[in-house]
Nanobody
């Protein structure tokens, strides 16, 4: 199974930007999908964004549209989540996830260890 390793979390102020990265060790391609989820304290894990490896097509949660951008680097086998205009409600543990199959919003079976993002007001 492909291993996923996240990096880039941290503590920022509201309005700041942060970039998360996820490195996938192993073969990707075809219908491979990689994405980001987040889980805030006391809340369920929720979908943030995802991208289809072969086409670059992406999807976003309504709460992050226009502020977050997901991208991929085929050479480095990584995805990134550029987060701009961060809000305190973006505070959560962010998880990189992956699977095969084109439905972007759920049913992921491969998860990274998570990285903490904290946005202070």
């Amino acid at each position: 199974q492909v291993q996923l390793v996240e990096s880039g979390g941290g503590l920022v102020q509201a309005g700041d930007s942060l970039r998360l990265s996820c490195a996938a060790s192993g073969r990707t391609g075809g219908s491979y999908v990689m994405g980001w989820f987040r889980q805030a304290p006391g809340k369920e894990r929720e979908f943030v964004a995802a991208i289809i490896w072969s086409t670059g097509s992406g999807a976003y949660a309504d709460s992050v549209k226009g502020r977050f951008t997901i991208s991929k680097d085929n050479v480095k086998n990584t995805i990134a989540l550029q987060m701009n205009s961060l809000k305190p409600e973006d505070t959560a543990v962010y998880y990189c996830a992956a699977k095969y199959g084109y439905f972007l919003y759920a049913n992921y079976d491969n998860w990274g260890q998570g990285t903490q993002v904290t946005v202070s007001s």
